[in-house]
């Protein structure tokens, strides 16, 4: 089973672009897309049939929101996390298939002057006691934009950058909760080395000169550890600031 995850950064544009065209390329099973940006009827289906769609929109039209594309229908779908505080902005959404809970998840940003810092903290410990609650039915895999490089090796400029959003000690905390709770970061469990960035600024020619961050993950249950096969960085599919993960599942 291949699973996809990309943040397009806007469904609408980048269905303009490549989209269609990635999508026939790759053949995912199931692509969670974060950063839609748009509710389902302002997207023409010009994706295959064979895909089920199921949306999460905010509240506030044109910002954040999560879609799965799925070849196999779930036994269920479930947006948000059931907490007034985290639900309105589109973040989460859960499918549960008949060996594990796939969850999406669009991560909030801290902010350039880390006014949402705070927030970002609830977030985390928050998220994490609702994946911890669906693991105790079946195994997880989730998969996003996190919104934090955990260690250095995960950006170009470390050093440069303990402070700032997606690189505080605060952010990697979080993520380090995570790994202690349990989940595995499936891309470190093939490649070890650095150079592997998923976003890149749009500014001073970042993507072509590889200064980037790795910021979208695959996270799974230890328990899917023997049934993971695979995991992958689509740093060639443009169409976005961020390029695609995946992993493969024999499940």
């Not at 810092?117 to 006691?129: G, I």
Request: aromatic share 12%.
């Amino acid at each position: 089973m291949k699973l996809i995850s990309w943040n397009v950064n806007g469904l609408r544009a980048v269905l303009k672009k490549n989209f269609l065209e990635f999508l026939d390329a790759e053949k995912p099973d199931v692509l969670c897309l974060q950063e839609t940006k748009c509710t389902p009827d302002q997207v023409e289906q010009l994706w295959p049939a064979k895909y089920t769609t199921y949306w999460n929109s905010a509240e506030k039209k044109g910002y954040s929101g999560t879609a799965i594309f799925t070849k196999t229908r779930p036994l269920k779908v479930k947006p948000h996390i059931g907490m007034a505080e985290h639900d309105k902005e589109g973040r989460v959404l859960t499918a549960e298939y008949d060996n594990f809970f796939l969850v999406n998840v669009y991560v909030p940003n801290s902010k350039r002057e880390l006014t949402r810092l705070a927030y970002r903290q609830q977030w985390d410990k928050d998220f994490l006691t609702y994946l911890k609650k669906l693991e105790k039915k079946k195994p997880v895999v989730w998969c996003g934009d996190l919104n934090v490089a955990h260690k250095e090796i995960d950006l170009t400029n470390p050093k440069a950058n303990v402070n700032n959003h997606g690189f505080t000690p605060e952010e990697r905390a979080g993520f380090d909760a995570v790994v202690n709770a349990g989940f595995i970061d499936t891309f470190r469990e093939f490649e070890t080395g650095g150079g592997h960035y998923t976003w890149w600024s749009q500014m001073s020619n970042a993507r072509a000169r590889n200064v980037g961050w790795r910021i979208d993950y695959f996270l799974t249950s230890a328990a899917l550890r023997p049934n993971l096969k695979r995991a992958f960085i689509r740093p060639s599919v443009t169409g976005s600031d961020h390029c695609p993960v995946g992993i493969e599942l024999s499940i």
